[in-house]
């Protein structure tokens, strides 16, 4: 078991979210509100005293949340980076790099967490957070070997039928930017779990199981948030 110690956060939070219709026209959808908190908030209210520095990557009208929270939340100092070109997740992060100096957690912007699952995840070096679901949807597919061992996450917009699914939720070191950054086939957009895939053949990448997690996709999304929160504290 690793100990908790210094580290920073990096929330990706530059995209629209236009499958969130008229909801996204003013707002990103990071700054969509929940239980009376948007959901960036939500992510930082559970994020652990020893995570001193959150690094968002913000794009589609990120002037919002920078004025929103500023330099600083609740004690943490709050850094932006801009990714003005949307080219998937291991381009986002890429923004991040001249800022980070350490083990660092990742995190998508607008999906819902619980604290739980970011404290078992950062008690390795190199984690990812998944989770199962009876129907996949959009998303990075988890797929196992024969031995149950991590194989390969595979993008896809209707997978169909039950399975696991990277939630967006990773730890891993600064040697992340060492490993060229894979392409998804198809698209002009390069996968940030796809290129952690790369460094197992170094590093030990342990999966954890989410006990909740919320994918925020589409409108209805958010009612399914709402209603987590009648019964899940911090």
Not at 16 to 39: E, F, H, Q, W, Y
Not at 121 to 145: A, N, Q, T, Y
Not at 152 to 160: A, K, P, Q, T, Y
Request: proline content about 4%.
């Amino acid at each position: 078991m690793i100990s908790l110690y210094i580290m920073q956060a990096v929330i990706l939070a530059a995209g629209r979210g236009k499958r969130m219709g008229a909801l996204t026209d003013t707002i990103p959808k990071p700054m969509l509100r929940v239980s009376g908190k948007n959901l960036l908030e939500h992510k930082l209210d559970i994020l652990p005293p020893e995570i001193k520095e959150v690094i968002f990557v913000v794009g589609y009208l990120g002037d919002v949340i920078k004025k929103y929270f500023g330099t600083s939340y609740h004690g943490k100092k709050i850094t932006y980076v801009e990714q003005t070109d949307l080219h998937g997740t291991g381009h986002s992060l890429g923004q991040a790099k001249p800022f980070l100096h350490g083990r660092f957690l990742v995190m998508m912007g607008d999906d819902i967490y619980t604290k739980e699952d970011i404290l078992r995840c950062l008690k390795s070096e190199w984690s990812i957070l998944i989770h199962k679901l009876p129907e996949l949807r959009s998303g990075g597919k988890v797929i196992f070997d024969e031995n149950g061992n991590l194989k390969d996450i595979v993008e896809g917009d209707n997978h169909g039928g039950e399975g696991y699914i990277y939630t967006g939720l990773c730890v891993c070191g600064p040697e992340i930017f060492d490993y060229e950054l894979v392409k998804l086939p198809g698209r002009e957009e390069y996968g940030l779990p796809q290129t952690l895939l790369k460094a197992m053949k170094d590093f030990k990448i342990n999966v954890e199981k989410a006990t909740q997690w919320i994918q925020i996709s589409a409108p209805e999304d958010l009612e399914k948030a709402e209603s987590f929160f009648v019964d899940y504290t911090i």
